[in-house]
């Protein structure tokens, strides 16, 4: 996989709560989704709470991309060394990384296919 997922900041604490990933290899962080699932005995489960799928945007390898739970405005910011933090935000309206029963899940989904209900 082309991130890592490095930590989960200030878990619990809404204003600042934000899962950090690490860009492993030049990659487009818009084919990535993150999902909060269950979590029991050392394990995810296949409950699935929230989803986050990132919007398009080229990255680069040894940058940060951090997804705040609070709503903001997506933004980046230099780092040193050339590289970047990329700073996303869910518009969540509370703290979600403070249960010990529930973890995020970073996919790869490059694919995917979709139709309006009216089709279906």
Known sequence: M??????IADKGVFEKERLVLKVRSDADVGDYLVIQTGFND???TI???????????A????????????SGKENTKELKGGRSAHFFYWGLSSAIWNR?????VLLHSPEWISKSPDEL
């Open 2 to 7: 082309k991130f890592e997922i490095q930590s």
């Open 42 to 44: 050392g394990e995810v």
């Open 47 to 57: 409950g699935t709470y929230q989803t986050y799928w990132f919007p398009y945007k």
């Open 59 to 70: 990255v680069s390898s040894g940058d940060l991309v951090v997804l705040y739970t609070k």
């Open 100 to 104: 010990k029963d529930r973890a995020p």
